[in-house]
């Protein structure tokens, strides 16, 4: 079964409000086999409202409508579906109840606009809300000659949340057709998007029953895998003969066959090697030691690292001769190798890691653009490194930068 997500409020059209609770609610909705075809944020006007129902009613099984259930003028959402299916509202004598001794418990007063979260939905089940005042609603309706279910959930995350899973999925349990989702999600590091999809498309366009997405982000490719089954074991077991065929594809850029992080690989491999790692940076400003540090338990395998934005923060931290930053500039392969070689010796790891570059805004000249960097990788045996230009805002390059020296970390230990 379709299923549709209706954010209900005017705030989440603005820069500074965010719809997070349709997050949840598509896991809750995906374990129990129902998928969303739809997410839609609707403002506080009745007559947008009115007609983002309908569309979705004409389109999806489940429709679920989160916020818009509160007292004040704008909480549109039980009058906006009561005109979208021609229904009455009345008002329910138990929850006017609930709702007064809610007051005297607060020992507030009762203001009067607070009895339209007593309007009920013709035909509608009311759904316990223990954590605020607006109860959920349950609808089982029929439109356009279809069985729908409609359900009207509150919108701060707090109540949403509790209730959805105390309420709701019991009941979509019992409602809809038991299936199952499968799901793998496969990543790999530095591999543009459009040479992945050319290298995998004629791959997953083979299988119809697995819907295969692919999301880029600053040298990361996800690809995630979804089957919808009856059958468990059948939904697993084609998103794993896809998973299986697109890793072999893939070769060594695929990273991860279970959706953990790229520092999450580059810990895994360092505690195989027992192995440790530490890192001088330059341009990225701490950034690459921010994402290995948010792995728990990291301390195992990263001893550290310094950044050292200035020359002579090079020299004093990293042992970089000042001779080389004269002659070569700290934007070279010359000094992101004696970055990394430096601080390998220094701080006694197995692996050191430099990175330098220009993020930019401005810094840049003709030889040396913005979001020109070097990155090095270095260990008793050997030091290289490799000299990228990536395009962007600051924010970017240094993203960039970040995922290329993890996966040249990640490489050099497989």
Known sequence: MKSEIIAVGSEMLTPWRQDTNSLYLTQKLNEIGVTVAFKTIVGDRRKDLIGAIRTALGRTDVLILVGGLGPTEDDLTREAVAEALSLTLRRDASQVAALHARAAAWRIPMPANNLKQADVLEGATLMANPNGSAPGQWLDATFGG???????????????????????????????????????????????????????????????????????????????????NSNAAAAKQRVDELAGRLEE?????????????????????????????????????????????????????????????????????????????????????????????????????????????????????????????????????????????????????????TQQALDLVRRRLM
């Open 146 to 228: 279809y069985r729908k279910l409609i359900l009207l959930v509150p919108g701060p995350p707090a109540e949403c949340r509790p209730l959805f899973d105390a309420e709701c999925v019991p009941r979509l349990r019992a409602a809809v057709p038991e299936r199952s989702i499968a799901r793998r999600t496969l990543r790999a590091a530095m591999i543009p998007e459009s040479q992945a999809d050319k290298l995998l498309a004629p791959i997953y366009t083979a299988y119809a029953d697995v819907e295969t997405t692919i999301l880029a982000h600053c040298g990361d490719i996800q690809l995630i895998l979804l089957c919808s």
């Open 249 to 401: 594809a893939l070769e060594d850029w695929l990273y991860s066959s279970e959706g953990e992080s790229l520092e999450q690989i580059v810990l895994y491999y360092l505690g195989l090697r027992q192995a440790t790692l530490a890192v001088a940076e330059s341009c990225t400003g701490g950034m690459l030691a921010e994402r290995i540090t948010s792995v728990p338990g990291s301390s195992r395998s990263f001893l550290g690292g310094v950044v050292v934005y200035s020359d002579e923060l090079k020299t004093a931290f990293a042992n970089v001769p000042p001779e080389l930053i004269a002659q070569h500039g700290a934007v070279s392969a010359e000094v992101v190798q004696a970055l990394a070689a430096g601080i390998r010796l220094r701080t006694g790891a197995t692996l050191g890691v430099g990175v330098t570059g220009i993020a930019g805004p401005t810094g840049g000249i003709e030889s040396k653009p913005v979001g020109r960097v070097h990155i090095a990788v270095s260990d008793a045996q050997k030091t290289e490194s490799i000299e990228r230009t990536f395009r962007g805002d600051r924010t970017r390059i240094r993203q960039w930068t």
